[in-house]
Each structure stands twice: as C-alpha cells, then as structure tokens.
C-alpha cells in the first residue's frame, strides 16, 4: 500500500533539508512547529551539530497560538532572539501544522524584517516532502538573492543548454576560456555527501582540470562567497537540491550548468566482470548521485546498473531507463528480480534473500548510523575498492 | 542583497543567560521563546519507552519530518522490525478519509508482518487533532477486525503537551490499559519508568524482604510476563510521567500506587520507607546502616573532589536542586544547575536554595543564546568543574562528568552511594563528552 512503511526508514524532509543547505551562512532558521523538529534534526540529520555553531531553532508552537492564530508571540520571540544574535538573515519555515493552518510566513518575515532591520525571508516547506525539495528551495532563494543586484541587461537572451558533466567538454571550455574557469558547486550538503571529504576532493577535482571552485552551495563557503558567485563561468549541480540554483543563475547571470558527479571513469575492472549476473544492479539514492554513480560503475566494471530515486527530482535530471519508485510497496517487486542492490544498509530488509546487498550508507535516508562507513567514492582509491566489492558481490553469487 | 546591517556581535556575557537562584521565578525561571536544542541525546523518547513492551509493534502515522525522529530512534536500537509508518502527504489534509487510511495501513503493516504481534502501539500525531479524525472509532474498527491483537491509543501530539497529557504521559497510561484483570497477588511492580530498578532498590529490598514479588515494567521478557503486571496489588513509580497511568490503574484494576519521588534527601528516603512499609503492612525497615553507608560514599567522594565546582542538569535525575541540597549539605560546592523549569514538586528544595545558597547560577537548556555562548576552556590537571548529567558536561565543556540520565533507575540510600562512587569514578577520569552524550536512550539499546 501506498505510503505504508512496514519496516523501512524515511527520507529526511524539506525543512531539515532547508536548515542543512542554509546552515554555514550566518543566518537564524527557525522551524516554526511545536517540537521536537529542531531534536530530529539536529542528532540525526547534522554532523556538523556537536562542533560548528549554527542558529537553528524551533518556534515551540502551542496548540492554542495555532488555534487563536496567534503569530504575535512567534514575532517576538524571533525579534528577541535576531536581536542578540544578529544574524546575516532569518529564515522562517513552517512545518506540517503551520501549513495547514496556513500561516502567513511571507507577512510575518515582513514584520520581522521592519522590526528587526534583517533581511528575513520563508520557504514553501511543510515537513510533507523530503529534504531535497527543502535545498532546491533553500538554494534557489540564495540565487535569486545573489542576481537581485544584476541590471535586468546581464539577463541572457539565449539560455545555454544544460548537460551531463563530461570531462571532455570541460577540457574544451576551459580551453577556450584561455585561464582557469570559475566553478559553482551547487546542491552540497552532508544530507547526500556526508562529512568525509567529499567536497575537498571536487575541489581537487577541479583545480586537476585547470578550473577554480569559486564557491560550493552550501558547504565550506561562506555567504559572501556565495552572494559573489554570479561572476562564475559554470555551475556543477550535485544534487536535485542544486537545480533551482543552477537555473536562476542561468536565466538572470547567464552561467550555463552541467550535471554530474565525478566520480572516477576507469575501465579497470572491466575484465573481471566477464559473466554478466542474472538480473538488473540498482542503486538507490538521489538522483544525481545515483545516475552518476551508475555510469561511472558501467564504465568501470562494464555492465549495466540502473538508478532508483525514492525522492523527488526533476524531468531534466533523469536519464533513460532512471526509475522513479517512493513506496515499499513499488520497491519490492522490482528489487525482488535484482542480482545486486547498491543502497543504504536500511533497505536491506526489503531486499531479496537471493540479491547481493552492498551497503551504501546515505545520512538522509539511516541519519548519523552509518555515517562512518561512508565512502568517498570521488577518490580514485576509494572507487577502485568500492569496484572490487561489487565484484566480489557477483562472484559470490556466482558460487 | 543580504547585507550585513550591524557590528558583528561580540561575545556574548553569561549573565544574558542565567540567572541567580536567589533572584529566579518560580516555576518558570526563564521566558518562554525560540528553543535550541543541545547535542546531548541520552534522554528517553516515546519509542524507547514503547520498546519495552515485549512482542509488541508500533505505528506512527504523520509527516516524513515528524517521523524521521521516531523512525530512526527504533534504527538505532536496532529494532525496526518492530517498527512501521504510514507517512501522511500533503493530499492527505485536504482529499483523504483518514480513517479509513489509518484502517487500510494498519491492515497492511499487520498483514505483511512475519509474525503477529501481541499488540500495536498506535501512534496517530498532531495534525489527527485539527483534521477533527474520529479515533473512537478508529480504534473501535481496528479491534473488531484484528481480534487478538490488543491495540494501545498514543499519541505523538507535542502540540498540546503544555495544556493537556504530554506524549510521554499518554503512552504510559496506554500502556497500562493493556494490562487485564487478574486475581491480586502479594506483588508490587514499577510502572512507568525506562530504566530497570537495580537489585540494591532500597524499596525492592524491603518488599522482598517482607515476601513480596516485585516486577518491572522496565524488565519483561515476554507480553505474557508483562501482562502479569495486572496481579499486582501495588504499583511503584518514580517517573513523574506515570501518575495518569496509575491513577488509571487504580480506577481500572483497584491496583493501589505509591510514588517514590526521586528525593535525594536522606531524611524523606527514610520517611518514604516507612510510608511504604505501613502499605505493606510490614515492619518499619532499619535503615542505619543503609544511611551510614550513604554518608560514608559521600564523604570519601567529598575528601577527593573538595571545592571543585559541580554543575548538576535536570536530565540527570527527575529531582535536581533535591540533589543540590545534598551535595551542598555534604561540603560539595554546587555552583550551576541547568533547568528550564522548576518542578512544583521541587518547590521547598527550591526555596531552600534562594534562602541558603542564593548565588548558584541557574541556567536554562533551551535558551538560543546559548547556541551561541562559548563553552570554557579547561587547562590541563586537577579537573576545574565536575558534571552530573550531560547537558552541565556539554555547556561546562568537561571531561569529568557522570553520564547518567533518570538517576540510572536508582533510588534511595543505595542510590545516594552509588552516585558517590560515580561521582569519584568521573572525577578521576575523563570522559570523551561527544561520544559519551550523542547515544539516544541512554541505558537501553545502541548500535551507536
């Protein structure tokens, strides 16, 4: 049935995936709920929690303020609190209850705005989505900050296409810019990229090709970075989350994007994959991550893998084949005909006695459990061991 | 453009924070406002509790945000085939019979479990509330088409946990309504607390002596063990939480409670003994020697730690200026305590401190300002501050602490000796504090 779990987890939501895109920024993000949120998040969904100060906060909401209406005493308590504080903006996101009382969170960021004299702002979020939904917008909103300033002149009049990140072409555009070509990585959160160096990794990545990462949304950049940023030469789109970005900054700064994770493109392992298993290899996970993991294991090992997005994404992000499936209820019929499932050790209950399991731990999906089991797979070392598992997975089979 | 509009803000001073005990409101010390939320997690949720109940299954149904917190507590007891959802969307508001959502996912849940359970923790969440779902009848369905199956009514509902039963109460009343009728026995059990009354229990002790069975709710092996909790005559609690529960008991079964308030005092640990052993019908216990052993932990503990400065958190036990009290009068030099609010209970303890020691700070746990207040820095040595409890560990930024929430489920005078041994025990060696206060439930299952 339709959005029965029996034993699986859930995706993180929308608003811990707003505080996670925003957190490093300097502003005040308030989850305007009754409890409990701002726990939920904070020991499951944020490695960053223990050592690096962030304000996040939840607005306590009572039963009768909901009822009442009562937005008075949520105004003053964020003014109280922006007040010592000062921070760069404020955030407001409602969540399941705010939603559906239908709380005007654009009217009350106005009042704090006056009240306060900070920048504050809301975004459509209702704890009903998963967090990827909460980056998009969290990052979409950072855009549309960041090109305010733009004359209405920078604008493009022909958008440039969006595309796969591919190695070749990168080679080609920073040949034809003549220097090094400024970078924005845009949908970085430890939701999908955890905390073991991924992001520096990319940096590596990109400076090995001759380009420069001029920020990263929204990880080890600070605001000003960010806010500066329009004067990229290309955005990289990690994630669903990066997408709005990524199109605001086209549209209005005219930087054009590509997708993709790099992810090492070797064919070493090739030959030791000569019998194809009995059945489809899948991996689960977000889309970008998923898709890019797949063709990068294709061409390593040499047969196919096929992505299965549990969360929402877009259109433009899939490539054929891509499966789209939320439920318990549509998982387990397709994976019951897999040979190999790549996904987090959480899904394993639901897959197949007879189908090789490799563990793939996603902090959005099982939160700090397996957070030190992570791969860094953008190290070349890292996906050579991770290419040796999946071989091993197929041989066992095979025995 | 976001731009900044003001100086950036200088450290903030502690005294935005806390407050003197001499000069603190009561029950409410600090206003109410924006909630932080420190990264101390030892402390029991509804799901913990829930678990304890053996061959029993829980169901939350709400939103991925609201079930993300409960969903992965069961993940990292390593208990989720103990656990299912029925995740409400954003369709579900406005174009759903939610009952009948209810009905069909429990149904569904129940038909694809391995094995039936013995019964289903159902936990519907705030919004049931405003969507005005008829649980009567919810209820009503389920145990007519799941014969069998004994389903307790919970709730996830914080909304209204400052007017009305908090989640944490509801449960434990829940809970107690599964218990049936049976002929009373000479037993006594602890209803209602997370953590199992160790052997040394003053009152375990002296009901055992007097020929008395004790249970635990905290200690059942099966649901059929658990169910025996109905034959007992009296039931024990040391939870506050639990009070709505026994009460039901008592209206229900004729099942008689009695609360051992977790006093750190030793002068009502031993009026208590009485009281209960008047319950009983039985002798009144002895208690020198229990209370000379008390004394002595304490002054050993006292001759090693000195003056140190101890700070005590509200998570540590259910009654922490009961324990200021007792640290102070013991020569220990208590000088923080960290607690939103002042239990009604506490009122005297309270009282005694603004009269006696008016200068202790009192600081709040959920404060914003304290996210960013900066946590001191210890030079190397003799330990500069010892801690009970991890959120004082956390905010005083020590490596000596007691890492122990509820009181560990001790009481008593063995209680006052145990915490004296931990107390020497955490200023002898340091702690790692982050390993040390990132597990949830402490006391219970981890894969963590």
Known sequence: MKHVSRILSTYSADTFGVCSALYELGGMIVIHDPSGCNSTYTTHDEPRWF???????????????????????????????????????????????????????????????KKTGIPAFTLPTNSMHYYERGIFFALQKLAEITCQALPESAAPTHLPEAKWLSEEELHKLRQKKGKALRVN??????????????????????????????????????????????????????????????????????????????????????????????????????????????????????????????????????????????????LSPVLREAALIIADPLYQPICPAGAAFLSLPHIA???????????????ADCFADFTKKILGKFQQNRV | MLKRISPLPGPLPESAVCVPIGRAGFPAPFPHGLEYSPPCRGTWNIVHTGMLIPEAHQIFICAAGCLRGVVLTAAEMGLMERFSSIELRESDLTGRDNEQLILAGVADILAHLPEKPRAVLLFPACVHHFLGCNLRYVYRELRRRHPGIDFAECFMDPIRQTRHLTPEERLRRAIGRLLPELPKKKQASFFGNNLRAPAEHDATRLLRENGWAVRDMADCASYDEFRELGASSLQLYTNPFSLPAVRDLRERLQQDYFYLPQVWDEDAIERLLMQLAERLGAKAPDCTEARQRAEQALGEAQDLIGQTPIAIDLTFTFRPLSLACLLLRHGFHVTKIYADAISPEEEADFRDLQEHHDDIELWPTKAPLLRELSRPVHAEGAPACLSLGQKAAFFQNTPHFVNMVEGGGRWGFSAIEALAHDMIAAYRTPKDIEANVRRKGLGGPSLL
């Open chain 1, 51 to 113: 050592a690096e100060p962030s304000q996040i906060f939840v607005s306590a909401l009572t039963e009768q303020d909901a009822i009442l209406g009562n937005d008075s005493r949520l105004i003053t308590d964020i003014t109280a609190a922006a007040k010592e504080l000062q921070p760069r903006f404020i955030c407001l996101i409602p969540s399941q209850i705010a939603h559906m009382i239908a709380t005007d969170c654009r009217a009350i960021c106005r009042i704090l705005e």
């Open chain 1, 185 to 330: 990585v845009l949908g970085a959160t430890p939701l999908d990229f955890a905390m073991n160096g991924s992001i520096d990794s990319m940096r590596h990545w990109l400076e090995a090709r001759g380009c420069h990462l001029a920020s990263c949304w929204a990880m080890g950049s600070d605001l000003d970075t960010i806010l500066a940023s329009h004067e990229a030469d290309l955005d990289l789109v990690l994630s669903y989350g990066g997408l709005g970005a990524a199109r605001v900054l086209r549209e209005r700064a005219g930087i054009p994007y590509r997708i993709g994770i790099p992810f090492p493109h070797c064919a070493s392992a090739r030959g030791d994959a000569a019998c194809p298993p009995e059945g489809p290899a899948y991996i689960i996970g977000e889309t970008v991550f998923a898709e890019s993991l797949s063709r990068a294991l294709e061409a390593a090992i040499g047969l196919p893998f096929t992505a299965i997005v549990p969360m929402e994404t877009d259109d433009e992000l899939l490539l054929p084949g891509t499966l789209c499936l939320t439920d318990e209820d549509e």
């Open chain 1, 365 to 379: 999906f099982s939160g700090r459990l397996y957070e030190e089991h992570i791969p860094n797979l953008i190290e």
